[in-house]
């Protein structure tokens, strides 16, 4: 029953309240003597009464049952036994590894070679590598991913929405030897004109720049763009995309609605709303989604295996043939290493673990910490 | 006709909705959306332009070649004769809105364009080796790389696949939902730390996976590279997804239902048996299938820690074995034709499985904590209507026996007549 329909006078005043108990007819004043209990029960000021030491308040102790002891107790044990695989990874690699990590040394970190029977290994050009195949990944995956985002947020229309949303988050659990197909036998040889028309025109920027290819010699061959760190970087670009696209989504969608509407009311377009509101709501998201793709492309091995050919030289142009990356460096040598290059292998796996470790915990705080919450599932 | 009381008449007055004379004729609703014909000659115009002026300059002038360049040049024109146009009417936010509208929907495209590439490109370079139907019940023991489609197959790896991935759940599954559960009842600094660690693990490289079992089960244990050993570097892969999207679930079941249980007396245990797990049944489902399809699709830890083989091998503990992306990658390296259409072929057969798992997600897992299929909602309803009815009749043999007993009462005392109101 709403507020016109009370009797005047028929709240409020406990005097009221109790006159009007009386008749039987007006059913109304009880219940308000109801909502109002529950209201001074529900409200902070008598639990704060409570709470103080000298209101007598009863200590309440439970005490549990064998059931519960039992299931606590293996609970907890299903707890520990996680954290103790998950710390044990890092402790086995850092066990393994320790033998080729005393024999290089700090040289571990600045020797390009992979030679380590003859003591001349270190991951300065496969760690290159590796942070190179990452980052180009990632800028060129964030602009699509922020797009798609947004797109799926902001502009498409309401009936594909969860379409979308749900073919995106399918190609986020495609595997990545289909990805490493896809590149191998698809874009590799589609894309060389991209490559080659990129270094024509930006071969003055360093990274761009491709050592043993002239544009003006008209019979140049485009084999020195195959297998190329670009090439890899697209494939896994498109890896991760779907990964930071569904978290950017999440936090986007989120957006407080009054806000919108806010700006909206004040005149703004739809990208000056987006511009004022959900991009600054969804920076946290941004952030982490990226550097969770980040640590994805990090990791990535097969894929990135099917297409570069390794080289063991740190090499900056990403337009050229040859590239390297740890994951890969593992995948490719482990098969027929000895002990001691077994060793090595487990301390450049190490280096890749710590690696993607901050980068993930970095996202993990960045998204926490925002506004929107934790949000990354 | 008895007369109404009047305390019933002032107290359910009718509402009165008080009438605005001067909004009696009906307003016209304004469409706030839609296109106008500005827009819609704006957006024709420049495309027709960029395209036009794209093909000149690269069939007359051969400024660039190819399709992907063509497309690039032609997208960058209409942009500016895009803006060229609507600045000529409207101010430059809205200029500047336009431009970026096209640029989001242009991208997200390109993106979903990819995206729809892989799928198809791998089931229609698969299909070649699909439409064989020994594809699917032989293995490569008897196949060189230069046979025929008509011979062998990849019974091997999907035999391989679904023990590996048996074995991984059976550790995962059980392991991971009790974590969840821990996680969930009991907070504490010590769950905490378990939940940051999980988490942190989530996005652990599978390579890192495959080499920590190399390191413990391969090299520490001296187990032999076979099935078990690739199950387990699977399930260090799945299990922190499980645990991490199970935890959200769990931490999803309204509080109060959990209250509910306790306030009835039920013991910590019997709460999460009984209305916790049940609660969050779907969204655990989901959790564990998405585990399931990211640790079906890895290659990197099988890569390391199965072996390869070519033979059929349904004994996990002894022999290498191989999954459907370990062959996938295996038959790709070949450089023979043959070999290649069979890697895409179990390459489409690997992701019909994760695309059937993705379904079954959707299906499962849509519905929130607490919601019901319309089936387990009849099935409800029914054990409740007979609950009623066992009440019912219960509450009827009750009042029975009680008149039968007050009946017997009355013939003995035949003689006191009986009590007006009571009919109870």
Redesign the interface.
């Known amino acids: 029953m709403n507020d016109k329909t009370r009797p005047p006078g028929g709240q409020g005043n406990p005097d009221d309240i109790e006159e009007t108990r009386l008749i039987p007819v007006v059913a109304v004043p009880t219940d308000l003597l109801a909502t109002e209990i529950l209201e001074l029960i529900l409200t902070d000021s008598v639990i704060d009464q409570a709470d103080t030491p000298d209101s007598g308040r009863r200590r309440l102790t439970t005490r549990a049952s064998t059931q519960d002891r039992i299931f606590e107790g293996i609970s907890r044990g299903a707890g520990t036994l996680v954290l103790t695989i998950m710390s044990l990874v890092g402790l086995f690699l850092l066990i393994q590894g320790n033998q080729a990590l005393s024999v290089a040394g700090f040289n571990f970190f600045t020797t390009e070679a992979w030679d380590p029977n003859s003591g001349n290994f270190g991951i300065a050009a496969v760690l290159a590598g590796t942070i190179l195949i990452a980052v180009t990944a990632i800028v060129l995956a964030v602009p699509l991913a922020v797009a798609t985002a947004l797109y799926i947020s902001e502009y498409a229309p309401l009936a594909i929405r969860q379409v979308l949303t749900s073919i995106v988050d399918l190609m986020a659990a495609v595997p990545s030897v289909v990805y490493g197909l896809w590149g191998m036998f698809l874009l590799e040889p589609n894309i060389l004109g991209v490559s080659q028309w990129i270094s024509t025109y930006c071969g003055w920027i360093p990274v761009f720049a491709v050592t043993g290819f002239d544009p003006n010699d008209p019979l140049a061959s485009p084999t020195v763009f195959t297998a190329s760190t670009f090439i890899a970087a697209i494939v896994v670009a498109l890896m991760v995309a779907p990964i930071a696209t569904s978290i950017m989504r999440e936090v986007f969608t989120q957006a407080p609605i009054g806000e919108r509407e806010a700006a909206l009311a004040l005149g703004a377009t739809k990208w000056g709303m987006i511009r004022s509101v959900v991009l600054p709501f969804g920076r946290g998201g941004m952030i982490g989604g990226t550097m969770l793709g980040l640590g994805r492309a990090l990791g990535e091995t097969i894929a990135v295996y099917l297409i570069i050919s390794p080289v063991f030289a740190v090499q900056p142009h990403i337009l050229e043939k040859g590239s390297n990356s740890i994951s890969a460096l593992i995948a490719l040598r482990y098969n027929e290493a000895s002990p001691f290059e077994i060793s090595a292998l487990m301390a450049a796996g190490l280096a890749l673990f710590v690696m993607t470790l901050f980068v993930n915990f970095g996202a993990s705080i960045i998204i926490s910490k925002s506004r929107s919450g934790a949000s990354s599932d | 006709m008895p007369p109404i009381?009047t305390?019933?008449l002032?107290?359910?007055?009718p509402?009165r909705v008080p009438v605005n004379s001067e909004l009696l004729i009906a307003e016209p609703r304004r469409a706030t959306g839609g296109l106008r014909r500005n827009d819609v000659f704006a957006l024709a115009g420049s495309l027709l332009a960029a395209v036009a002026l794209a093909s000149w300059l690269q069939n007359q002038l051969f400024a660039?070649?190819?399709m992907?360049?063509f497309i690039l040049v032609a997208h960058a024109l209409f942009m500016l004769f895009y803006a060229v146009l609507i600045g000529l009417t409207e101010s430059v936010?809205?200029v500047?809105?336009k431009l970026?509208?096209t640029?989001?929907?242009s991208?997200?495209f390109?993106?979903?364009l990819?995206?729809a590439?892989?799928?198809t490109?791998?089931f229609g370079?698969g299909w070649e080796a699909l439409a064989h139907a020994n594809f699917f019940t032989q293995d490569m023991s008897n196949a060189g790389p230069l046979d025929p489609l008509t011979a062998g197959g990849v019974l091997h790896g999907m035999a391989g696949t679904l023990i590996m991935i048996s074995i991984a759940l059976a550790i995962s599954v059980?392991?991971?939902i009790?974590?969840a559960?821990?996680?969930s009842?009991?907070p504490g600094r010590?769950?905490a730390?378990?939940r940051?660690?999980?988490?942190?693990?989530?996005?652990?490289?599978?390579?890192?996976?495959g080499?920590?079992i190399?390191?413990?089960v391969i090299?520490?244990l001296g187990i032999e590279r076979s099935g078990f050993a690739a199950s387990c570097a699977v399930t260090?892969m799945m299990?922190?997804i499980i645990?991490?999207?199970a935890d959200?679930v769990l931490r999803l079941v309204p509080g109060n239902l959990k209250e509910a249980a306790f306030a009835l007396g039920s013991?910590?245990?019997?709460t999460?048996w009984t209305v916790t797990l049940p609660t969050a049944r779907s969204g655990l489902t989901t959790a564990v299938v998405?585990g399931t399809?990211?640790g079906?699709?890895?290659?990197?830890p099988v890569?390391?820690t199965a072996g390869l083989t070519t033979f059929l091998n349904l004994n996990p503990f002894s022999g290498p074995m191989v999954s459907l992306?370990l062959a996938?990658?295996a038959f790709?390296k070949s450089p023979e034709p043959g070999m290649?259409a069979r890697?895409?072929g179990s390459?489409a057969v690997?992701?019909l499985v994760?695309?059937v798992?993705?379904w079954l997600a959707?299906v499962i897992g849509g519905r929130g904590p607490g919601q019901l299929t319309p089936r387990h909602f009849r099935r409800i309803t029914a054990s409740s209507r007979a609950l009623n009815y066992r009440y019912l009749a219960r509450d009827v043999s009750a009042h029975r026996a009680s008149r039968a007993l007050r009946a017997d009462g009355q013939t003995r005392r035949s003689s006191e007549p009986r009590a007006k109101g009571d009919r109870s």
Do not use: K
């Open positions: 009381p305390t019933l002032n107290v359910v007055s509402t660039f070649q190819g992907l360049a936010p809205v500047v809105d970026i509208t640029l989001v929907h991208l997200s390109v993106m979903l990819a995206l590439a892989v799928v490109f791998t370079r059980p392991l991971g009790m974590t559960v821990f996680l009842e009991f010590y769950a730390v378990v940051t660690v999980v988490e942190a693990m989530t996005a652990l490289p599978s390579i890192v996976a080499l920590f190399y390191a413990t090299l520490g260090v299990l922190p645990i991490r999207s959200v013991s910590r245990w019997r999460v998405l399809a990211r079906i699709g890895e290659t990197s890569l390391l992306p996938t990658f790709v290649i890697g895409f390459a690997l992701m994760v695309l798992l993705f959707r």
